[in-house]
């Protein structure tokens, strides 16, 4: 079983940068998809980002341009670099580690970006 944490959430003002990680224990994440969503209250969990196992990334339109997903299989971490922040971008973000069988969720972590 896979156990994420997600890290690196802040206030920050908009146009200011964050880089979130998500640290994987319990297995290694080499084999596995990560995706990275977000949630801001009163809203349904959006993908903002994802990668698969071979490194192939996708985005949230919303985001492209600005966030960049990536991966270190040796540190078995996944990251997500937030550049050129928006107000509406605040949300509680996730990662996730799937597979086409399972998907571990992370607790989240705090996103709040000020104009």
């Known amino acids: 079983q896979v156990r994420v944490v997600e890290s690196g959430g802040g206030s920050v003002q908009a146009g200011g940068s964050l880089r979130l990680s998500c640290a994987a224990s319990?297995?290694?994440?080499?084999?596995?998809?990560i995706g990275w969503y977000r949630q801001a209250p009163g809203k349904q969990r959006e993908l903002v980002a994802g990668?698969?196992?071979?490194?192939?990334?996708n985005y949230a339109d919303s985001v492209k341009g600005r966030f960049t997903i990536s991966r270190d299989n040796a540190k078995n971490t996944a990251y997500l670099q937030m550049n050129s922040l928006k107000p509406e971008d605040t949300a509680v973000y996730y990662c996730?580690?799937?597979?086409?069988?399972?998907?571990?969720w992370g607790p989240g972590t705090q996103v709040t970006v000020s104009s």
């Open positions: 996730n580690a799937n597979t086409n069988a399972r998907v571990y």
């Open positions: 319990g297995s290694t994440i080499s084999s596995y998809g």
């Open positions: 990668i698969s196992s071979g490194g192939m990334t």
